[in-house]
């Protein structure tokens, strides 16, 4: 009963995160980076109960985007400016040149992908005509991954970029809607939360926009810079600054109406640069070199904490039904049980690992930073 009312729980917080187009995704789809605009880390998927390789497909140079999948097929891009996507039987799909380096996430959304570049251009490309449909400039490269929003009324693409702005522009023409300024880049992409964006920078501020209006409704200024995205569930949103530090923040009516540092920074601990997942009873993060912790959302105390087989880095965990998934720097893929943190499977790629995983019915796929994709689904022989 407890584990029912809270996947119960949890549903209904994730409907209330925000007016997203992605929830409405099918279950062979991770369209976005952390899979919703929330960017909560958690989807409701389970894992392969008796998770075994599939394939893998080698691409041709090295990548920090994150997989993203459309309609079952994985697509990612790379530092020498190629795309690719490869279907659910690990077949070479789609190839584009863009001949530009990227390391944002991309975005799909009706057909349409989307990606920043290290240029500083936001390029929207049609999957079935295979041409650019626009392209936005700004003036600093780009690292952030987009988010899907609805802006004064329009369907809106927005990130940020290394020029020190939030942009919005139309996700149809590519024209600006408005643009935010930070003091600092901004790395991390933007969580909706209902309709507003939350956002962080380098310059140590978490800012919060409404969406209809286009006016910052509140600020909080943290300890360090702010490299990775925020991470939001119902009207709670947890956030990683560099000095290791957490902050929890509750959010009402536009406002940041408490926060607490809820992790103080620990002896040897590491820059935070990862996004915490949430799930309705618990929020789970990289602590020092190599330990995931689970803290509890109720009283804020520790849940468990688990040594992982490697130097945990950029990837960031995601939690699936009851289970968390995670990668670590040094290429080990490992699921645990929310619970209790008892490893249930682990994969050693040999590669390094920067990107977060993407997780579909009955498959997730993982992505090493020399470009390699890892298919994994269930072992037939096992069940």
């Not at 029912?4 to 976005?32: Q, V, Y």
């Not at 530092?79 to 390391?103: C, P, T, W």
């Not at 912790?293 to 520790?302: H, T, W, Y």
């Amino acid at each position: 009963m407890k584990r029912l009312f809270f996947i119960l729980l949890t549903c209904l917080l994730m409907a209330c995160a925000g007016d997203s187009d992605f929830s409405d995704s099918s279950s062979m789809d991770w369209k976005l980076f952390r899979g919703d605009a929330s960017l909560s880390g958690y989807t409701d998927t389970p894992l392969p109960k008796c998770p075994a390789l599939k394939w893998t497909s080698k691409g041709e140079s090295y990548t920090v985007s994150s997989p993203v999948v459309d309609n079952g097929t994985t697509f990612w891009c790379d530092k020498q400016g190629r795309i690719r996507g490869v279907n659910i039987y690990g077949h070479v799909s789609f190839e584009y040149d863009l001949k530009a380096a990227m390391e944002a996430t991309p975005m799909i959304y009706d057909s349409i992908f989307y990606i920043g570049r290290m240029d500083g251009v936001m390029t929207a490309i049609s999957l079935s005509r295979k041409d650019i449909i626009w392209n936005y400039k700004t003036f600093g490269q780009i690292s952030a991954s987009p988010n899907l929003i609805k802006f004064a009324g329009h369907k809106s693409i927005v990130f940020g970029s290394c020029d020190n702005y939030l942009y919005c522009v139309d996700a149809k023409n590519g024209e600006e809607l408005d643009r935010f300024e930070s003091k600092d880049c901004l790395r991390g992409a933007a969580g909706l939360w209902k309709e507003h964006i939350v956002f962080g920078g380098y310059d140590a501020w978490v800012r919060i926009i409404d969406c209809k209006t286009g006016i910052q409704t509140d600020s909080l200024l943290l300890d360090a810079l702010i490299p990775a995205s925020p991470a939001i569930m119902g009207d709670y949103c947890y956030v990683g600054d560099r000095s290791g530090h957490i902050y929890k923040l509750m959010l009402e009516s536009g406002k940041i109406i408490r926060h607490k540092k809820i992790i103080p920074e620990e002896g040897g601990s590491r820059s935070f640069v990862s996004v915490p997942a949430i799930s309705s009873d618990a929020f789970y993060f990289f602590s020092g070199d190599r330990y995931l912790c689970a803290v509890s959302r109720i009283n804020g105390k520790l849940n468990w904490k688990y040594s992982l087989k490697g130097d945990t880095g950029e990837s960031s965990p995601i939690v699936c039904d009851d289970k968390i998934i995670v990668c670590t720097k040094t290429g080990v893929v490992s699921i645990l049980d929310t619970d209790n943190g008892k490893l249930l499977w682990e994969y050693d790629t040999g590669e390094q690992i920067i990107a977060s995983p993407a997780i579909i019915k009955d498959h997730f796929m993982i992505l090493t930073a020399e470009g390699t994709l890892f298919c994994f689904g269930e072992d037939e022989f096992m069940i």
